[in-house]
């Protein structure tokens, strides 16, 4: 409270006595009774006037003092109540003088932010910010009330901001109410409520733990009222179980509080727990924090289903889920992995990751039916197991197996290794019509069957075997196949330096065929080399040479011959080849000759002719000559006429350019000059049907 405007005047019309020398005073009592005072000199005012906004004042308010000394008048105005206004006093003797005050009353402006707090079982601290401006402000007053008692205590100082109530009653809420004051006058009040609660209480760092229970024990400061207490407790889920949170909590109406036991708290996992107290004016702050770790206990539950991942002849891989996180009663720490075959043993040996709940297993036995078990394991114990059947198959089967026919009557088997060989020891080979072949040899690779049957075809087999276990079959067939057949050789044509030929073979299949030649009077020996075709041609032969030819058939069963045969190359003289030629048309002539062709084995002596042009008669027919043998005799043979063909045709297989026939031997031949006579011998035998050893290709 407190005066905001005070106008003051000094009025004197210059005709009147009495003037206004100090203005209107303004003074305002504890009671909300203020008093205006006016001072005139003078003389005494014949009237004194007092209004307030142009409205008189009633008079009997009013006093007036005289001061002889001074020769002073004092009127004084007490007015009651909080009226402010424009207050005017008028005095007057003769002419008027008058002096005005304006008086605008208000309230002190209240404290701000007021709160209230208990710092004790009995006290309560009251805090605030001062008004801003102060505005006169000289001190505050504060009240309570609570349980049946109030209080109030004066707080001096207009910049004060705190004050502590005493002596209250614990459990007990308090209404508290603080004003400001000013010159009597107070401020707004401003209110807040508070409850006196226990304080904190505070447990014991040691604790007794057992598989399920923990018992904390503390105690509640002096001066605190409790009517109860809540304790809660919080599992640590970086242990076990990160993904379930496991909060817990029990309220205990009581009037005291000593300690707790906890109960149905999960094995194996820590715990942080704590304590509230409690009365009739609320909950106490939240007691210090105390850590439990449960005693671990087997895990009460198996792993999640086991998956086979791969299995071999001697291992399995295996993977399993985790153990429900309320079953695990602690952390896990390692799995117990066993295989167990249908006789109850245990096999192999187990090497497990624990993080990714994987296990393989070694060292067991081919084609053998397992349980494979897996159980959890803390640092309390191994929990129960899960199960799973797996069966491992027979030793591996050898790969990349092949069989090829080497021989007329063998066949050689090869494959490569099963890799890794594990148990592997060696390797069985069947066949149609044979014993079982045993090999030893877990890294033996090939193997020949022999004494078989040519012609026949065979069923074939082969198992890697394992201490009497077989790994899965590789089954194939194959056909023995033979020899070529008869080799026979066709002449197209013969030259002076040059021999073309072609070629078939009665029966089987040919691989290659190869054409050898030698000179008779050398043994030089020259080769074709492998061919694929039925065609070749002899270049850069001697001229008038005797030759010996062989054309060669060969596949896997092995090479036929042909019969060896002579020809003899032409000459290069034309004057001797004039004495050998025929009357001929302008289109052609004799170009071949004779041809002295024996057989080395049975020394038969036969006329190979090659004609370029068509004739009606032949003009000459070749000499045989003499031919050396290794008895020194010579066989002699007369030949039959031989069979012209077109020169445009000598290449067809229709037509054939010469005839190969058996001659007959006749006494009267006659023997060329020069040579002894001749031992006829008997025929050969034919070898053939029909009279002729040779007959055309």
Same mark, same amino acid.
């Given at each position: 409270l407190g005066?905001? /405007?005070?106008?003051?005047?000094l009025y004197?019309?210059?005709?009147?006595?009495?003037?206004?020398s100090?203005?209107?005073?303004?003074?305002?009592?504890s009671?909300d009774?203020?008093?205006?005072t006016?001072?005139?000199?003078?003389?005494?005012?014949?009237?004194?006037? !007092?209004t307030?906004d142009?409205?008189?004042?009633?008079?009997?308010?009013?006093?007036?003092l005289?001061?002889?000394?001074?020769?002073?008048?004092?009127?004084t105005?007490?007015?009651? +109540?909080?009226?402010g206004?424009?207050y005017?006093?008028?005095?007057?003797? +003769?002419? =008027?003088?008058?002096?005005?005050?304006?008086?605008?009353?208000?309230?002190?402006?209240?404290? %701000?932010?007021?709160?209230?707090?208990?710092?004790?079982p009995?006290?309560?601290?009251?805090t605030w910010?001062?008004?801003?401006?102060?505005?006169?402000?000289?001190?505050?007053?504060?009240?309570?009330?609570?349980?049946?008692?109030?209080?109030?205590?004066?707080?001096?100082?207009g910049?004060?901001?705190?004050?502590?109530?005493?002596?209250?009653?614990?459990?007990q809420?308090?209404?508290?109410?603080i004003?400001?004051?000013?010159? +009597?006058?107070?401020?707004?009040?401003v209110?807040?409520?508070?409850?006196?609660?226990?304080?904190?209480?505070?447990?014991?760092?040691?604790?007794?733990?057992?598989?399920?229970?923990?018992?904390?024990?503390?105690?509640v400061?002096?001066?605190?009222?409790? /009517?109860?207490?809540?304790?809660?407790?919080?599992? #640590?889920?970086?242990?076990?179980?990160p #993904?379930?949170?496991?909060?817990?909590?029990?309220t205990?109406?009581?009037?005291?509080?000593?300690?707790h036991?906890? %109960?149905?708290?999960?094995?194996g996992?820590?715990? /942080?727990?704590?304590?509230?107290?409690?009365?009739?004016a609320?909950?106490g &702050?939240?007691?210090?924090?105390? *850590?439990?770790m449960?005693?671990a206990?087997?895990?009460?539950g198996?792993?999640g &289903?086991i998956?086979?991942? %791969?299995?071999?002849?001697?291992?399995?891989?295996?993977?399993?889920?985790?153990?429900?996180?309320?079953q695990?009663?602690?952390?896990?720490?390692?799995?117990t992995?066993?295989?167990?075959?249908?006789?109850?043993?245990e096999?192999g040996?187990?090497?497990?990751?624990?993080?990714?709940?994987?296990?393989?297993?070694?060292? $067991?036995t081919?084609?053998?039916?397992?349980t494979?078990?897996?159980?959890?394991?803390?640092s309390a114990? %191994?929990?129960?197991?899960t199960?799973?059947?797996?069966?491992t =198959?027979?030793?591996?089967?050898?790969?990349?197996?092949?069989?090829?026919?080497?021989?007329?009557?063998?066949?050689?088997?090869? !494959?490569? =290794?099963?890799s890794?060989?594990?148990?592997?020891?060696?390797?069985?080979?069947?066949?149609?019509?044979?014993?079982d072949?045993?090999?030893?040899?877990?890294?033996?690779?090939?193997?020949?069957?022999? +004494?078989?049957?040519?012609?026949?075809?065979?069923?074939?087999?082969?198992?890697?075997?394992s201490?009497?276990?077989?790994?899965?079959?590789?089954t194939?067939?194959?056909?023995?196949?033979?020899?070529p057949?008869?080799?026979f050789?066709?002449v197209?044509?013969?030259?002076?330096?040059?021999?073309?030929?072609?070629?078939?073979?009665?029966?089987?299949?040919?691989?290659?065929?190869?054409?050898?030649?030698? &000179?008779?009077?050398?043994?030089?020996?020259?080769?074709?080399?492998p061919?694929s075709?039925?065609?070749?041609?002899?270049?850069?032969?001697? =001229?008038?040479?005797?030759?010996?030819l062989?054309v060669?058939?060969?596949?896997?069963?092995?090479?036929?011959?042909?019969?060896p045969?002579?020809?003899?190359?032409?000459?290069?003289?034309?004057?001797? *080849?004039?004495s050998?030629?025929?009357?001929?048309?302008?289109?052609?002539?004799?170009?071949?000759?004779?041809?002295?062709?024996? $057989?080395?084995? *049975?020394?038969?002596?036969?006329?190979?002719?090659?004609?370029?042009?068509r004739?009606?008669?032949p003009?000459?027919?070749?000499s045989v000559?003499?031919?050396?043998?290794?008895?020194?005799?010579v066989?002699?043979?007369?030949?039959?006429e031989p069979t012209?063909?077109?020169?445009?045709?000598?290449?067809?297989?229709?037509?054939?350019?010469?005839?190969?026939?058996?001659?007959t031997?006749?006494d009267?031949?006659?023997v060329?000059?020069?040579l002894?006579p001749?031992?006829?011998?008997s025929?050969?035998?034919?070898?053939a049907?029909?009279?002729s050893?040779?007959?055309?290709?």
């Amino acid at each position: 409270l407190g005066l905001k /405007t005070v106008n003051v005047g000094l009025y004197n019309s210059g005709g009147g006595i009495v003037t206004l020398s100090g203005g209107v005073n303004f003074t305002l009592d504890s009671d909300d009774r203020f008093t205006l005072t006016c001072i005139s000199t003078g003389g005494p005012a014949t009237t004194v006037t !007092w209004t307030r906004d142009s409205t008189t004042v009633t008079q009997g308010t009013q006093t007036v003092l005289n001061d002889p000394e001074t020769a002073q008048y004092t009127h004084t105005l007490t007015v009651a +109540g909080r009226l402010g206004g424009l207050y005017t006093c008028t005095v007057s003797n +003769g002419k =008027p003088s008058s002096a005005s005050a304006s008086i605008t009353l208000q309230d002190p402006q209240p404290p %701000t932010d007021v709160t209230a707090v208990q710092d004790g079982p009995t006290s309560i601290t009251v805090t605030w910010t001062p008004p801003d401006p102060l505005d006169g402000i000289t001190g505050y007053t504060i009240s309570y009330t609570g349980g049946g008692s109030s209080g109030s205590v004066d707080v001096s100082g207009g910049s004060t901001n705190s004050y502590t109530l005493t002596g209250l009653t614990n459990g007990q809420t308090y209404t508290i109410s603080i004003v400001a004051t000013s010159s +009597g006058l107070s401020s707004p009040p401003v209110q807040a409520s508070v409850g006196l609660v226990p304080s904190a209480p505070v447990l014991d760092s040691t604790t007794t733990v057992t598989a399920t229970t923990v018992i904390i024990s503390g105690s509640v400061p002096s001066g605190s009222v409790v /009517t109860g207490y809540v304790v809660q407790w919080q599992r #640590d889920t970086s242990i076990v179980c990160p #993904d379930l949170r496991d909060d817990g909590s029990v309220t205990v109406a009581s009037s005291s509080f000593t300690g707790h036991t906890i %109960t149905g708290l999960e094995p194996g996992n820590r715990y /942080t727990i704590t304590v509230t107290v409690s009365n009739g004016a609320g909950s106490g &702050p939240v007691s210090n924090a105390v *850590a439990a770790m449960i005693t671990a206990t087997a895990p009460s539950g198996p792993p999640g &289903p086991i998956t086979l991942v %791969t299995v071999t002849p001697n291992s399995a891989i295996v993977q399993w889920g985790e153990v429900l996180c309320l079953q695990r009663n602690g952390e896990i720490t390692d799995y117990t992995v066993t295989a167990t075959n249908s006789d109850g043993m245990e096999e192999g040996t187990a090497s497990v990751d624990v993080d990714a709940r994987r296990a393989t297993i070694s060292g $067991l036995t081919p084609s053998t039916q397992y349980t494979v078990s897996v159980a959890a394991v803390n640092s309390a114990g %191994t929990g129960p197991s899960t199960t799973l059947p797996v069966e491992t =198959p027979g030793p591996p089967s050898p790969t990349d197996v092949t069989a090829v026919q080497d021989g007329p009557t063998s066949i050689t088997v090869t !494959w490569t =290794p099963p890799s890794p060989l594990g148990d592997t020891t060696g390797y069985r080979i069947s066949f149609t019509g044979g014993s079982d072949v045993d090999i030893d040899g877990g890294s033996t690779n090939s193997y020949t069957l022999t +004494g078989l049957t040519n012609g026949q075809t065979y069923t074939i087999s082969i198992v890697a075997t394992s201490e009497h276990l077989f790994s899965d079959a590789t089954t194939f067939e194959i056909t023995l196949i033979p020899a070529p057949g008869q080799v026979f050789v066709s002449v197209s044509s013969i030259t002076a330096t040059s021999i073309s030929l072609s070629w078939s073979v009665s029966s089987g299949r040919v691989a290659s065929w190869e054409v050898v030649w030698r &000179p008779t009077d050398r043994g030089t020996e020259s080769t074709s080399g492998p061919l694929s075709g039925t065609t070749y041609t002899i270049l850069q032969l001697d =001229p008038s040479t005797i030759y010996t030819l062989t054309v060669s058939a060969t596949n896997v069963a092995g090479t036929t011959d042909s019969t060896p045969i002579l020809f003899s190359t032409g000459v290069t003289d034309a004057k001797q *080849a004039e004495s050998t030629s025929c009357d001929c048309n302008n289109t052609g002539a004799i170009i071949g000759g004779v041809v002295a062709v024996a $057989l080395i084995a *049975a020394v038969t002596v036969i006329v190979i002719v090659i004609l370029r042009s068509r004739r009606s008669t032949p003009k000459t027919r070749g000499s045989v000559g003499a031919l050396a043998t290794t008895n020194q005799s010579v066989e002699l043979y007369k030949f039959s006429e031989p069979t012209y063909a077109d020169p445009d045709q000598l290449q067809t297989t229709s037509n054939e350019a010469y005839n190969v026939v058996r001659g007959t031997a006749e006494d009267d031949y006659e023997v060329p000059q020069n040579l002894p006579p001749p031992t006829v011998s008997s025929q050969p035998t034919p070898t053939a049907a029909g009279d002729s050893l040779y007959e055309p290709v």
